[in-house]
């Protein structure tokens, strides 16, 4: 099994509609973090969390919102979705002070949710 | 703030070639910086890292060096495989805060 599992993995939906994309982790990692990856804009951080109960916006968080049900899992919210939330988003996780490979810092990233909204 | 500036791609190679990706940022402080690899209908990985300047990252034959006065993190790959065919982005972090800023992307297709 994947260490960073999202669901759904692709979702169409229509304008208006409340959506929720799900992240779990298996690695154990106390932070986790929501981004958008768009054609030639990169990824952009949504919503980030240190541990349960530390939730912090990232630079592009309006129109959304998270909830950390517990260490392992991380859900993103559209409570209204719109046509240029159509995106892929991607759930990641890391540890500060420990990673066997890479050290500190490194960021374990699911496979990703592409949505699109009509 | 904070960017990560990549080279526009595509770019197309044939197999084994040289491979160069341009990586610029602009930062306020001494980040530690990052390549991850996007392969076709996969998440990020990392695939290397330096934390200070004159550091030398390597992995899978790519190596970049973390060069403070031109602040700069190319990627470079002496001999490249249909295999690295994947979108590679450079990114930033501050150390203890795992949060990181990304350029955005420069695909790679290597043809046979």
């Known amino acids: 099994d994947a260490d960073v599992t999202q669901t759904p993995r692709n979702r169409i939906t229509k304008t208006g509609k409340r959506i929720m994309l799900e992240c779990s982790q298996t690695?154990?990692?106390?932070?986790m973090y929501w981004y958008r990856q768009d054609p030639g804009l990169g990824l952009r951080l949504i919503y980030y969390s240190f541990d349960v109960k530390d939730i912090n916006k990232g630079e592009i968080s309006d129109g959304y919102s998270v909830s950390r049900q517990a260490q392992a899992k991380f859900s993103l919210s559209l409570e209204s979705a719109i046509p240029n939330q159509t995106a892929l988003y991607f759930c990641a996780t890391s540890d500060p002070y420990r990673d066997a490979e890479f050290g500190a810092n490194v960021l374990t990233f699911g496979a990703g949710s592409r949505l699109t909204v009509l | 703030g904070d960017s990560v500036t990549q080279m526009e791609g595509p770019v197309t190679l044939s197999e084994e070639a040289f491979l160069t990706i341009n990586c610029t940022y602009t930062a306020t402080g001494y980040p530690s910086l990052f390549w991850y690899v996007q392969y076709p209908g996969e998440g990020l990985q990392l695939l290397l890292k330096a934390t200070k300047a004159d550091d030398k990252g390597s992995n899978k034959g790519f190596e970049a060096t973390y060069r403070k006065e031109t602040t700069s993190f190319h990627l470079e790959k002496g001999s490249v495989q249909v295999s690295d065919s994947a979108v590679y982005f450079c990114?930033?972090?501050?150390?203890?805060?795992?949060?990181?800023?990304f350029g955005q992307g420069t695909e790679l297709s290597v043809k046979p």
């Open positions: 690695k154990g990692h106390d932070r």
């Open positions: 990114a930033l972090t501050y150390n203890q805060g795992g949060k990181l800023i």
